[in-house]
């Protein structure tokens, strides 16, 4: 037994050598949130040096934290996954105080439920954006307006969607129901048949961004959702037409907020961090890699010029309202997930 | 001195008990660890701790894992029976017919070859060969077969049988070969002088003095096929999912690591009988030369 714990506590050492040590930020995020065109300039002014690793999904957060700790020390997961974060207790309460921007932040961004818990907040908003429909312009004669062209027999075989839950969304706005974030059983199963419906006209169910981008470029698909902003801008690069649009049914949007992983050692550098990612570096430094609209206006405002505040719909609440913002679904989440695999099973 | 005479006691018991820690520490502990979460509970936000058979009760009652288990086994057997198809004929062949060393060497390291490149990037050359602006499409629409790209080939199970077959095939012609190469080329002589024509001599001798070797063969692409989770990702259509990709949505996107290890499970207890099948099957068959 004394061995045993010998050999525990060694490996403990060991691991925890292994995980951050100070002046060392690791973070756990989508591409592009730590692109060297911003980084380089924060690791340097701040002494703080920042090693990225990058998330497919949202559904990527739980399992690596829950693999173990002591690894992370700032995520950046979506809207509809912080309150996991913050219910799984991998992450801790942010001191509002040492994040100068907090005042500058969209209210409705700050008013979320999901990123607070007992009235302390545990993330703070960065980025957003729409998850819009997508379209080859050299396929269509009269542009689409509405979800039924994902379900139109015309373009049978020619149709894309993303390979995740917000199928679900997708489908249940198609039978009329917009409260797709508390659908009851029953519309769960309605929008499951939707789905099976549409099956045999889905060419490709899309995993990653850069899977769709393959799918439009290679000539496979021509109407999908898509990542506002991100996957039109890489077909952009190649000549390849596109043009995103807001459906008739609505669209949904979305948030990510950076959160500060429980127990970090790191605590100074992961504010100065926060800190840098909200000003007008980290603001713009993500508007321009990732095309996305960011959450504090008040630097957009400071450092983009006019056109891309505009297109970026930074001073347009009535557009961030139209939006549909994922929630946390909490305890139905299982179901939701279930509900889809069994879509993709049959 | 004391540590020669260490060394010379002990090396025995440390050139067999590492290789056995590295099995107990690198597979038997894992297992153990997925067998104990199989029976844990999901609970919102994560699993606890339980001992109850809930998730192998979903696992039969819930038709949609019998149905994506029915089909990766259809899967696994239409790419085993392809490459027997393939693999058999070629290792005939070269073991039979060709007279020629270097050529022989040189067509059995072609097939072979393969294995040392990527297997994603292989499975990933198949999406270019296939697609709809794929080499394929060029092909027939360059002879006039087809008029306008099809949309057939790639994105379906078509695409996942053909991609995992030439992955795997390497895996059926090795033993074939061996197998065929061990026979003694008296004993067709034998068969002939007994006035036995070329077909009864492969159907009585040859073939089955072979059949460790397809079984082999056999067992090792369907169960790497079975437990594939590739192909359906790069060159599967909507109805592609196989019981791996089924498992990885456990593990990730349903935070239900508990039902992904009942599923790991019962894979393993499949993959185990094919083998032990396929293990009795090769001792029933083995003939003294």
Known sequence: MKNLTLTTSVAALVLAGGAASAQELNVLTWEGYADDSFIKSFEEASGCKVNATYVGSNDDFAPKLAAGGGVYDLIT????????MIDAGFVEPIDTSKVDAWGDIYQKFLDQDGIQEGGEYYGVPYTWGSIPFMYRNDAFDTPPTSLKALWSDDLSGKISLWDDKSALYVAARLNGNMNIYDLSDDELAAAQAKLVEQKPLVRKYWATAGELVDLYAG??????????????????????EVTEFIPEEGAEGWMDSWMVVKGT????CAYKFINMQLSELGQCGVANVNGYSVANPVAAKACMPPEQFEALHQADP????????????????????????????? | MMGGTFLSRHSAKLVLGIPILWIVLFMLVPYGVLLTYSFWIKKYPLFVPAFQFG???????????????????KIAALVSVASLALAYPFAYFLVFRLKNH?????????????????YLLRAYVWKTILGTEGILNSFLMNIGIIDEPSGIFLYNQFAMVLTLTYIFIPFMVMPIYTALEKIPGNLGEASADLGMGAFATFWKITLPLSMPGVVAGFTMTFCLSFGDFIAPFLVGGPDGQMVANVMVSQFGAALNWPLGSALAVVMLIIVLTIISLSDRFEQSGKVEL
């Open chain 1, 77 to 84: 997961p979506s809207i509809d996954t912080t309150q996991l």
């Open chain 1, 219 to 240: 000539g496979e698909v021509v109407i999908s959702n898509t990542w506002g902003g991100y996957q039109s801008a890489l077909l952009a690069e190649q000549g390849i």
């Open chain 1, 265 to 268: 050692p790191n605590t100074e």
């Open chain 1, 318 to 346: 009535d557009y961030l309202d139209s939006l549909l913002l994922w929630q946390p679904l909490g305890e139905r989440l299982e179901t939701y997930t279930n509900t889809w695999n069994s879509v993709k099973a049959q």
């Open chain 2, 55 to 73: 998730n192998y009760w979903t696992l039969l009652t819930d038709p949609q894992y019998v149905q994506v288990l029915l089909r990766t086994l």
């Open chain 2, 102 to 118: 270097t050529i022989r060497v040189f067509l059995f390291m072609g097939v072979i070859a393969p294995l040392w490149v990527s």
